[in-house]
């Protein structure tokens, strides 16, 4: 059975960044197209960013452009989010999510994935 663990989430002040990564336990993983979503507390769970299984193109939401990257090592089995320029409304539950041989732009809607993680938490204070 495959495993994605996320690690790297934390508390920190607005302005700040963080980088999460996600340890995937999956076979083939240069096969899977990763992506991260988020939940905040009272709200539906969301998109955030998302890389094809080539690691050719990237996706993400507007919210987050120009402020977080994602990016893959395969040879490492993790994806990683680098997030800067924190702010109070990025805080939430951030969770690794894999699908099979799909685009980056097919990674934005959370229906569909082969695995999820457990979520790791940021917290961002003003």
């Known amino acids: 059975q495959a495993r994605l663990v996320e690690s790297g989430g934390g508390l920190v002040q607005a302005g700040d960044s963080l980088r999460l990564s996600c340890a995937a336990s999956?076979?083939?993983?240069?096969?899977?197209?990763m992506g991260w979503f988020r939940q905040a507390p009272g709200k539906e769970r969301e998109f955030v960013a998302a890389i094809s299984w080539t690691g050719g193109s990237t996706y993400a939401a507007d919210s987050v452009k120009g402020r977080f990257t994602i990016s893959r090592d395969n040879a490492k089995n993790t994806v990683f989010l680098q997030m800067n320029s924190l702010k109070p409304e990025d805080t939430a539950v951030y969770y690794c999510a894999a699908r099979y041989h799909v685009t980056a732009q097919a990674m934005g809607v959370r229906e569909g994935m082969d695995y999820w993680g457990k979520g790791t938490l940021v917290t961002v204070s003003s």
């Open positions: 999956v076979r083939t993983f240069s096969s899977y197209a």
